[in-house]
């Protein structure tokens, strides 16, 4: 803190001088996806640097903060430390729970109970959702887990996974239906993909894993053997965009080092370039 207070100094550093809270951001948020690839790359060292410099984005926040008489750092490990005492009274009072699903359960409700107390009647007839908490501005990923694990909290989810393959299957013939008809219009189409998306995402998040990650690490997966096609192509003298399809579809399996089927009486059955 006494660092950042020296660069915000008048005779301290003119771009930190010159930040607000609305100018970081953009910062705040692309520290967090940095920390998520630390976290995926596994370096230890790695993870910590970055751990410290999504730090300092909550120490900048805090130092606008107390510049402007509003909150200091202080406030905001207290707020922290508070919350989380009021939010496990399995640990610090007599509530009894036995698995992690009733402890999430009861957060949800404490969270309400919070809401309520700080509200006045009015508002909490407008604003009586789970739901409101969740941030519009979130990425659409994380929006529809967050939207799915507030609902499950309090019950709202599936029995078990079959029926998430089910709601998949039923989401993938209807798109198929509206494309094959060919009269949809543009947006009925969207709604469809959206639909089929937000499926993908519960059942990311009933398996217990984030569609936002999952679909980070697919898309490095493709950039990654797409990026070595380019390379075997070039090492071959050849444009990755003067092959045809099915040769594209060969060299796509040969760095997926995927196993190559045959049709009856030996020819190649390429696999579709769209399957990682």
């Known amino acids: 803190m006494a660092l950042q207070a020296r ?76 919350k989380m005492v009021r939010r496990h009274p399995h640990v610090f009072g007599s509530v009894r729970v036995e698995t992690s699903a009733q402890v999430l359960k009861n ?11 700080s509200q006045d009647s009015e508002a909490r007839a407008r604003s009586a959702s789970i739901l409101d908490p969740v941030p519009r501005s979130l990425p659409a990923l994380l929006e529809a887990h967050q939207l799915t694990r507030r609902s499950a909290n309090v019950g709202f989810d599936w029995a078990d996974v079959n029926g998430i393959f089910d709601k998949l299957a039923e989401e993938t013939a209807e798109l198929k239906q509206l494309l094959a008809a060919g009269d949809g219009r543009p947006e009925e189409v969207e709604e469809e993909i959206g639909d ?44 990755l965009s003067s092959l045809s399809a099915g040769e594209q579809d060969a060299l796509w399996n040969e760095v997926k080092g995927a196993r190559v089927e045959l049709r009856p009486g030996g020819s190649v059955i390429p696999k579709t370039r769209v399957s990682i």
């Open 7 to 82: 660069l915000r100094a008048p005779s301290g550093c003119p771009w930190d001088r010159e930040q607000t809270h609305d100018s970081l951001r953009t910062y705040l948020v692309e520290e967090t996806y940095e920390v998520l690839d630390a976290l995926d790359s596994g370096d230890a060292r790695k993870f910590a640097d970055e751990l410290g410099d999504l730090l300092l984005q909550i120490v900048f926040h805090a130092q606008l903060a107390a510049e402007a008489r509003e909150f200091d750092i202080a406030d905001v490990i207290e707020q922290i430390y508070t």
């Open 107 to 117: 957060w949800e409700q404490l969270k309400a109970e919070e809401r309520a107390e």
């Open 196 to 239: 089929l998306l937000f499926v993908g995402v519960n059942l990311a998040r009933f398996l217990g894993l984030d569609a936002e990650i999952a679909l980070k690490k697919a898309n490095r997966k493709f950039a990654r053997r797409f990026r070595d096609m380019e390379s075997k192509a070039a090492a071959r003298g050849q444009a």
